[in-house]
């Protein structure tokens, strides 16, 4: 069964700061997907990853994907407020698998 | 991005009482869609996953007596709450996608409340 595995489960952040939420999962997957999720609210596509050693960026957010490693990461650059969400990543083998997520909070 | 759309978007039914969720995907079609089930403050956790025009395949754990799940088109599917009791209050959200090779697209939510 696949497993999908994310840390840290809580960040609080200063306004500014840099930091690199993690996702490591079991098996060999198609692909692997980032979301964002507003309290109250359904999930927002940030992106999609799909060979080894893709990257990709949007604004002060970026993704990558170590397929060998079954691992990917969403680094956070010079963090501001409107950050501030809960981020998931997915796996996709078959079905589409959540990691537990990352409660991030941004601090002025 | 393909456009997927979930109504209700907010229920409040009664203890004992069945409620039904549609999920669309207004700009394609459908062949599996994803019904998943968020608790406050938890990830989403797959329930079924329904191919058009067969039976839903159901996670272990979930009831299909109790979450009656209908792929009936391919840009239509529906989740029934049935005999509903407040433990089933939760935040519902479905996906959809066109193949296995393409990403699927999420519903805004239903938020469920059972009083």
């Known amino acids: 069964e696949l497993k999908v595995e994310q840390n840290p489960l809580f960040l609080s952040m200063q306004e500014g700061k840099n930091y690199t939420i993690y996702c490591n999962y079991s098996t060999t997957s198609d692909r692997l997907y980032w979301y964002r999720q507003d309290p109250g609210k359904s999930l927002e596509s940030l992106f999609v990853l799909l060979s080894n050693g893709a990257v990709k960026q949007e604004g002060r957010l970026m993704a990558s994907l170590d397929t060998k490693a079954r691992l990917s990461t969403l680094h956070i650059t010079a963090a501001v407020h409107d950050l501030s969400a809960t981020y998931f990543c997915a796996v996709v083998y078959n079905d589409m698998r959540f990691g537990a997520g990352t409660r991030l909070t941004v601090k002025p | 991005g393909a456009v997927v759309s979930q109504h209700p978007s907010r229920v409040i039914c009664k203890s004992g009482t069945s409620v039904k969720i549609e999920c669309r995907s207004l700009d394609f079609q459908a062949t599996t869609m994803f019904w998943y089930r968020q608790f406050p403050k938890q990830s989403l956790m797959l329930m079924a996953t329904?191919?058009?025009?067969?039976?839903?395949?159901?996670e272990q754990g979930v009831e299909k007596d109790k979450f009656l799940i209908n792929h009936a088109s391919l840009t239509l599917s529906t989740l029934t709450v049935t005999s509903a009791h407040p433990e089933d209050s939760s935040f519902y959200i479905c996906s959809a996608r066109r193949d296995p090779n393409t990403e699927a697209f999420f519903g805004q939510g239903t938020r469920l409340t059972v009083v």
């Open positions: 329904s191919n058009e025009g067969s039976k839903a395949t159901y």
